[in-house]
C-alpha cells in the first residue's frame, strides 16, 4: 500500500542543470498536484492536474514544467535550476467525487538544494 | 481569492498543557472545506481532519478537538495535554469547490518539550 511515491527524495544541483521529480500513486486517483514548501510560505501549488490528459498551471508555476504521463504519474520538471528553486516538494494526489472536501494524500517529499 | 492565516508561527509548550492552534481564512465561497494538516520532523504530511462550510459543529477526536466558527471565519485546532510525540509543523488548509486546489496557511511549529 505505496499511496504517493515521490523520487528522488533528496537531490544537489548545479545552477543551470536540469532533473526531474517523479511522482506515482496507486490509489487510481484522477487528480494529481506539485506543491513546493518554503520556510514561511506553507505549501504553494505549482501545478496540477485534474485529470489525466490535463494540467493547469497553480500559484507558482515558473521555472518548472510538467508531465501527466498517465493516471498514475505526474512528473515536475526544472529545466534550468535556479538557488530560488531550492526546497522541499511534495507530490499529492485525491479522487475528485462531487463538488469538493475530498482529502488529498502526499508523498513524502523531495528536498531539492540548488547551489 | 482564498486566503488562510496562521498567525501563530511558533508556539512551545511543557508536556500536559493544552494548546490551542489558530486559523483564519478568508474565502467568497459558501460552500467550503477546511483541513488540518500534521507534518512530523520526519516530513510527510499527515491529513487530520476535514470539514464542510455547512457544518459547525465542533469535532473532538482523542486528545484533538476542532473548533469552527463561521461568523469569524476560523477553523482553530486544540491538542488537550499535549505530548512530545505532538511536536510538529501544523498546517490549516481551505478548500473551494469552485477550484478543488488547497490554499495552504504558513504552518504552526509546535514544539512539546518534556
Known amino acids: 500500500n505505496a499511496g504517493v511515491t515521490q523520487t528522488p527524495k533528496f537531490q544537489v544541483l548545479k545552477t543551470g542543470q536540469s532533473m526531474t521529480l517523479q511522482c506515482a500513486q496507486d490509489?487510481?486517483?484522477?487528480?494529481m498536484y506539485w506543491y513546493r514548501q518554503d520556510p514561511g510560505m506553507g505549501l504553494r501549488l505549482i501545478y496540477y492536474?485534474?485529470?489525466?490528459?490535463?494540467?493547469d498551471k497553480g500559484e507558482v508555476p515558473n521555472g518548472y514544467n510538467v508531465s501527466r504521463l498517465n493516471k498514475r504519474e505526474f512528473s515536475l520538471r526544472l529545466e534550468s535550476a535556479a538557488p530560488s528553486q531550492t526546497s522541499v516538494y511534495f507530490c499529492?494526489?485525491?479522487?475528485?467525487?462531487?463538488?469538493?472536501?475530498?482529502?488529498?494524500?502526499f508523498g513524502e517529499g523531495s528536498w531539492l538544494t540548488v547551489v | 481569492a482564498q486566503k488562510v492565516t496562521q498567525a501563530q508561527t511558533e508556539i512551545s509548550v511543557v508536556e500536559k498543557e493544552d494548546v490551542t492552534l489558530d486559523c483564519v481564512y478568508e474565502t467568497r465561497d459558501t460552500t467550503y472545506y477546511l483541513f488540518w494538516y500534521k507534518q512530523p520532523p520526519s516530513g510527510e504530511l499527515v491529513f487530520l481532519i476535514r470539514r464542510n462550510s455547512f457544518d459547525e459543529q465542533n469535532e473532538i477526536s482523542g486528545r484533538y478537538s476542532w473548533n469552527f466558527q463561521k461568523s469569524t471565519s476560523s477553523f482553530n485546532f486544540t491538542i488537550t495535554a499535549s505530548q512530545v510525540v505532538d511536536s510538529a509543523v501544523y498546517f490549516c488548509a481551505l478548500e473551494e469547490t469552485s477550484g478543488s486546489r488547497l490554499t495552504f496557511g504558513e504552518g504552526t511549529q509546535l514544539t512539546v518539550n518534556p
Open positions: 499529492a494526489s485525491m479522487r475528485m467525487i462531487g463538488t469538493g472536501g475530498n482529502t488529498i494524500y
Open positions: 490509489m487510481n486517483h484522477n487528480s
Open positions: 492536474s485534474a485529470s489525466e490528459g490535463t494540467t
